[in-house]
């Protein structure tokens, strides 16, 4: 009885002294973000003193401008967010702490029957493809392979199109779209753009040098458990999945549990510590994003991130 006691007055102290901060994501719950889940799940979170709201976002939310405008003290975003943020607003800057996936997810989908070969034979043959306007990627690969003979249309979200035409391709995730169009049915074949030579890194936990200046620790002490709920996501997603599965009704538990093995190979790294960071790959995005005119200004990439 008195151990019982003992460990209930830990707790009680230990959960009046941890900090409260939110964690902004740019989407609902899914696989991308299993790793969060799983620090709040296991008790990561806590373990570091941290009381961490995860807040789901949705399509077009804008977590770069959220943390910008002090709404949000922490958020996710991308590279190429941190890098056109740096370039518009100055004053407030933008940095990445811990990087998910160190290849970046984004696909072109195809239907498997095409039989397409690369990724420049889908832009340079007859058919659709739907993509968000204003991407880098596709800016990218338009200068890379040329203006497309394929019928640009704009992105609305889905995979229904997909599913009833067969010349119809469309971007994606490669861990949601392609599970998604196989479950209704069609055969698809998936080229990952990162492997062209544009690969930002992506689900990204990032502060303003405001919030780091004045809260050093619990950036820290973020990153070190996001890092461990990764970790343990990684090795198994099972009770996680099934969390968030709850909490996104769209996508069905198997769905998860697909995405989650799909994804590992873009998220593992080797020879160094999970979700960190190299200054060549910032130096090459910045360069990149300058080769598109998509910045103006003189953006240096070793004040893009840390790594903790």
């Not at 790793?35 to 977590?63: C, N, R, W």
């Amino acid at each position: 009885m008195k151990h019982i006691l003992g460990f209930l007055i830990f707790l009680l102290s230990f959960n009046a002294t941890a900090e409260t901060i939110t964690l902004a994501l740019n989407w609902k719950a899914e696989p991308e973000f299993g790793g969060f889940y799983a620090a709040a799940l296991e008790g990561m979170f806590k373990k570091h003193g941290l009381d961490v709201k995860i807040q789901e976002g949705g399509s077009g939310t804008p977590t770069v401008q959220m943390l910008a405008n002090n709404k949000v003290e922490f958020a996710i975003v991308s590279a190429d967010e941190i890098i056109l943020s740096h370039d518009r607003n100055p004053k407030n800057k933008v940095k990445a702490l811990f990087a998910v996936y160190h290849t970046a997810p984004y696909i072109i989908m195809t239907h498997a029957e095409r039989n397409f070969k690369n990724l420049k034979e889908v832009f340079m043959s007859d058919g659709v493809i739907a993509l968000q306007s204003g991407l880098p990627y596709y800016g990218f690969l338009v200068n890379k392979f040329g203006k497309p003979k394929a019928k640009i249309v704009p992105y609305l979200g889905g995979v229904a199109n997909f599913v009833n035409d067969k010349k119809f391709s469309q971007q994606g995730f490669i861990l949601s779209e392609p599970v998604s169009a196989e479950k209704a049915g069609a055969k698809t074949k998936n080229f990952i753009i990162a492997e062209e030579g544009f690969n930002p890194y992506l689900v990204v936990i990032a502060a303003t040098e405001e919030t780091l200046k004045r809260k050093p620790e619990i950036a820290k002490k973020l990153v070190q458990a996001s890092r461990e709920g990764w970790e343990s996501y990684l090795k198994d997603p099972t009770a996680t999945n099934k969390h968030m599965a709850t909490l996104n009704k769209a996508m069905d538990l198997d769905s998860f549990n697909k995405g989650a093995a799909m994804q590992k190979p873009l998220i593992q790294t080797k020879g160094s510590p999970l979700g960190t960071m190299t200054l060549e790959r910032w130096q090459t995005l910045v360069q990149q994003l300058k080769d598109l005119k998509l910045i103006k200004n003189d953006v240096k990439a070793a004040e893009l991130f840390t790594n903790f």
